[in-house]
T-cell receptor, first 112, second 114 residues
């Protein structure tokens, strides 16, 4: 089955850019997502990208997809303390039940 | 529109006790899911349902049962709780046929088994 890997922690200073990385194993992954989990809450979809795209930008968020290396990244520009959260990468295949496979989550800590 | 709600928010059980976690969604979603979240393990799928009256096993189904008698509700049961089932449980729902198949999550239930 699909395997999704993320580093567990990232620490940045307020105002810097954060880059959270994710790798996956199944090259037929079609939908790739980034979810955000704030303390004590459930996950919320932050952004997503389809496999026919290389990049997607949404305000301070930039998603980059390298299909050849099966690598997905999320860049947060001008990181704020409110961005401190756990970020989950998730991928799903086309067809079937579309159930995504989640990575273990990257804990982003933003220092003032 | 409440989205996905979970009951209860917290629970402490003794080993061997049983309980049922309730998930409800008001978005008319076909798919519903139960996950558990453990430190360093991310989200692991326990069971899921692709429609009323149907259920299927996920990655870690042992020790859990589920039922989807009504489209809006998805119940997760623990028949004989074990300390290894101490975790935070999340319910989620999603549509089908409309990309990007976003999952909507409930706020979670924190379960401790002593």
């Amino acid at each position: 089955g699909e395997d999704v890997e993320q580093s567990l922690f990232l620490s940045v200073r307020e105002g810097d850019s954060s880059v959270i990385n994710c790798t996956y194993t199944d090259s037929s992954s079609t939908y790739l997502y980034w979810y955000k989990q704030e303390p004590g809450a459930g996950l919320q979809l932050l952004t997503y990208i389809f496999s026919n795209m290389d990049m997607k930008q949404d305000q301070r968020l930039t998603v980059l997809l390298n299909k050849k290396d099966k690598h997905l990244s999320l860049r947060i520009a001008d990181t704020q303390t409110g961005d401190s959260a756990i970020y989950f990468c998730a991928v799903s295949l086309s067809g079937g039940s579309y159930i995504p496979t989640f990575g273990r989550g990257t804990s982003l800590i933003v220092h003032p | 529109n409440a989205g996905v709600t979970q009951t209860p928010k917290f629970r402490v059980l003794k080993t061997g006790q049983s309980m049922t976690l309730l998930c409800a969604q008001d978005m008319n979603h076909e798919y519903m899911y139960w996950y558990r979240q453990d430190p360093g393990m991310g989200l692991r799928l326990i069971h899921y349902s692709v429609g009323e009256g149907t259920t299927a096993k996920g990655e870690v189904p042992d020790g859990y049962n589920v039922s989807r008698l009504k489209k809006q509700n998805f119940l997760l049961g623990l028949e004989s709780a074990a300390p290894s089932q101490t975790s935070v449980y999340f319910c989620a729902s999603s549509t089908t046929g409309i990309t990007p198949y976003e999952q909507y999550f409930g706020p979670g239930t924190r379960l401790t088994v002593t």
